[in-house]
């Protein structure tokens, strides 16, 4: 994955619009979808819970679907982005022990990941405006630009691959 720059105005925007639709169509869905169940299945004498659960799981399966499908649209693009940059720093954040400690040993792949990891997050909060903890970030970042600097390695995230996670 490749970091890129966002218009912070136009994900915000674009991710109301998104969640809104998503409730509506969760809204929407289930009630339908739960009330057919319950009148083709049900009895009016017993609970509807099942059938009711049956519904959500329905409908959330159709808007994950529509997701899946709408996910390569251009309204789509920041959105989509920042979840995939959400799962990746993710992925990053459940392995950052080993890593770190591989970085301080001087691993350059780890000093590679740890650059994406602290440019990605950073770029996260500022889309976010998660701002309480990026002076600590800062700190780390400069810290490991100087380990990347010292071995001779480029501070650009364009040599991070997911698959140098693999190694840890």
């Not at 720059?5 to 969760?26: G, Q």
């Not at 740890?114 to 990026?134: E, K």
Request: glycine content about 4%.
């Amino acid at each position: 994955m490749k970091l890129k720059k966002i218009d912070k105005s136009r994900y915000s925007k674009h991710l109301k619009i998104v969640f809104a639709c998503i409730v509506v169509a969760l809204l929407v869905l289930t009630l339908s979808i739960s009330t057919l169940i319950i009148q083709l299945l049900s009895t009016p004498d017993v609970s509807h819970l099942w059938h009711n659960l049956a519904g959500v799981a329905v409908s959330a399966s159709i808007v994950v679907f529509v997701l899946n499908k709408l996910r390569l649209h251009p309204f789509m693009l920041e959105v989509v982005y920042v979840w995939d940059l959400k799962q990746i720093l993710n992925r990053i954040y459940r392995k950052q022990r080993k890593i770190e400690a591989a970085a301080e040993g001087g691993d350059h792949d780890a000093m590679i990941i740890m650059n994406f990891q602290y440019r990605g997050s950073q770029q996260l909060y500022q889309l976010d405006d998660n701002t309480i903890t990026i002076d600590n970030l800062v700190a780390n970042m400069k810290s490991n630009d100087s380990r990347m600097e010292s071995a001779g390695l480029d501070l650009s995230t364009d040599s991070f691959e997911a698959g140098l996670l693999d190694k840890f």
